[in-house]
């Protein structure tokens, strides 16, 4: 057998739908379809990026600390 069946995938998507919510479940699946891919580790990582954080950059992020002594090996 190749892989999982569609029935176990199914009950995989519901226990995400108990994890977060169905409304997220079900955006990712439409953003799933809109992106033609049916694939359950394709929707689960669609989920990860709706229910994790946007991080924002730092505004100086390329300010870094001077040296004031040149390192020695």
Not at 16 to 44: K, S
Request: proline share 7%.
């Amino acid at each position: 057998m190749a892989g999982k069946g569609g029935d176990r995938e199914f009950v995989d998507l519901l226990l995400l739908a108990e994890d977060h919510g169905i409304e997220v479940v079900e955006t990712a699946c439409e953003l799933a379809v809109e992106q033609n891919t049916l694939r359950l580790p394709a929707i689960i990582n669609l989920i990860n990026q709706l229910v994790e954080p946007v991080i924002t950059p730092l505004s100086d992020a390329y300010t870094y600390p001077q040296l004031t002594l040149r390192p020695e090996a």
